[in-house]
């Protein structure tokens, strides 16, 4: 049978999941060998036709240093009348986590897989990394801002026509376990159907 067996310490970990803001992230970052299994159980998402309709761009040390220079300067062709305080700000975005992974989504438009399904599996893959990162005993936290739809960044992170950022994953450590916030309850947002009478 197959799977072979619960493992309810996951699902409990997974009830209990929290973002933990990347502001509130500490070092140590996930070594190699972590970030390897982090981004192997990223891949294993839902992925209709078997296209693999997205790809990670990993940036840690001193890449996140020289991409912040990157956002620097497309913030100050965005924004010309920034500060050099807020261009600075910009700069240092990646400097929050001690690891931040670009999941990309690539679309094949010409395919017969409608290209919502390959978006969704592309935010299956943003997921999964948030939650093999939680497992494997960090915090992450998946954002956008302003960075995740600018074309000077995308061409930086040299994006393909049909390519665009899903999101950023902020991967580092936490002092402590965030508290809980109000959520939506089971009840709220289940039901069964049921077939007309």
Known sequence: M???NSIEEAVQRLIERRTVKVIHMLEPGPSDAQMHKILSAAIRVPDHGKLA?????E???DARVAFGEVLGRCYQVQKPEATEAQIAHEAARFLRAPRVVAVISRVKHEHKIPVWEQTLSAGAACQNLLVAANLVGFVAQWLTEWYAYDKGVDQALGLEQDERVAGYIYIGSAAEKPPERPRATLDEVHSQWVAPS
């Open 53 to 57: 309709p997205w790809r990670f761009i």
């Open 59 to 61: 940036f840690n040390g």
């Open 2 to 4: 197959y799977p072979e």
